[in-house]
């Protein structure tokens, strides 16, 4: 028997059923489209919830490292807690199954027989790729050619391995495996962490199974390792995280570790003393996808309630606290671009983020300008240099999901945010140009009258309502805020020029300081300019509004 002659083909078809998961998976994900984001909202209930959601999400994308991959990058972005990633990481195993009763249908469904079915479904899907005009006809296509890819390739290394049943030598390795649980939990473990899929080693497990090579014990104790396997994608994914999205790779590695001890004993017992001749009998493909899903199932059933406890094992060995300091600036994670809907509602979050926190400068800037005080100049400096940053790294993550092969709704969305935390950074560069106005009438010892910090305190509260509605209209697409903010900023315009002439007026009858009034000047520009870019956020959703004035021209740039 030549080894190249059965390796070959093998290492083929595992790169074609590979292939064909992933394609078929990257297909019902992009088809799901922005619908994914809207599971994130159900993260925020309860942990049965996220059992449920992962199950859902592991269904999709076949793979149950690439969803504890997500959840690694939500805990790291901070919009996932421990609790909500446990619940996940459960129901990521019971998914993960999907793959196995998909290729075990060649069994219990004669109609999906590979010869005739995958090429078929291979030839659709490439004519449906070629001639689809539409994103979400091209995203079905690739689920069509997936699928059959997928069965042609489960096919290719069942062929290979076939002859591999006249061979003694590999008959009694995999009755060596079922003999000793350790050798078969160990091979399953290395296995799929190599290739780093536990959908994946399941199949190459049937493929063997379809050639009557594999003893059910060895089957057991192989599908146990491959639940461990799993996790070191994950493990990985966490290496260069914070130390709690570690601790969530070590609860999907302790969580597999101890069903796995607890049902492989069982099994040992059971196999050893109550069915010796049944455990030595060949498994079929139906059997492995049976047992892959009860023992997920029941793993999941019986540590649910003990989920706590298994975080905090994992917090102790990670020595994770309760809570952590994120270093980064904006909470993004490049992991979750795996996932273009839920990167982008993330990033649409990270941008609502940052539009609070310049809420807040543009009231210490309003008060520092009025009543200027050290203290509150520096504190608008420092938090714009946050700004700078955020908007930096919401810009360069924004330029990498917009790249990416994403809906054309979700390529607008991405343009969407990029407008906006322009005028978001501007509106804080503004802020940052009143605390220097307040910096130098404070060294120059100068001060408004009375009557022009009235002035501007009634102009500055104006400002921040119009920058208030126009984060709600940009958030909530609400065509009420958006009529309020395109009104505020009408009433701001005509209140920059009635106070302008009253400046001026001031001015020429020597009531007020020269160069205070021209700070004065300075800062009405300042929060005329910064109504104009709320103007522009919004607008940016093209929420049409009947009887508005058409949209004003951007602003110049930063610091004008």
Known sequence: MRILEILIPFVGGLGMFIYGMQTMAQGLENAAGSRMRSLLEILTRNKLLGVLLGAGITAIIQSSSATTVMVVGFVNAGIMNLQQAMGVIMGANIGTTVTGWLVSSTEWAKFLSPTMLAPVAIMAGTVIMMTGKRFKTKEVAKIVFGFGLLFVGITTMSAAVEPLKESEAFCNLFVTLGRNPLLGIATGTIV????????????????????????????????????????????????????SAKTAGLMHLLFNIIGTTIFATGAIIYLSAAEPAWAMESISQTQIGLIHTLFNIATTLLLFPFSNLIIRLAQKISKAGKEEANSRVALLDERLLETPGIALRTLNDELLRMGELVVGILKTATEAILKPDENKIREVKEKEQLVDKMTAEISAYAIQLSSMEISRKEHRETVEILQVVSDIERISDQCENMAEYAEQLLEKGMAFSEMARQE????????????????????????????????????????????????????????????????FQDTLVSLERISDHARNIAEEKGTAVEGMRPQKAACPAPKD
Do not use: W
Request: charged share 20%; aromatic share 4%; hydrophobic share 45%.
């Open 192 to 243: 799929t962490a190599i290739i780093q899929s536990s959908s994946a080693s399941v199949g190459i497990l049937q493929s063997l199974a379809a050639a009557g090579l594999i003893p059910i014990n060895a089957a057991i104790y192989i599908i146990m390792g491959q639940n461990i396997g799993t996790c070191v994608t994950a493990l990985i994914s966490g290496l260069g995280a914070n130390r």
């Open 456 to 519: 501007l305190s009634d102009m500055a509260e104006r400002s921040a309502v119009c920058y208030r509605h126009a984060l709600k209209a940009y958030e909530k697409e609400d065509k009420e805020a958006l009529r309020l903010t395109i009104e505020v900023e009408t009433e701001i315009d005509q209140m920059e020029i009635l106070f302008r002439a009253r400046n001026i007026s001031r001015l020429t009858e020597h009531r007020c300081d020269a160069q205070a009034g021209i700070l």
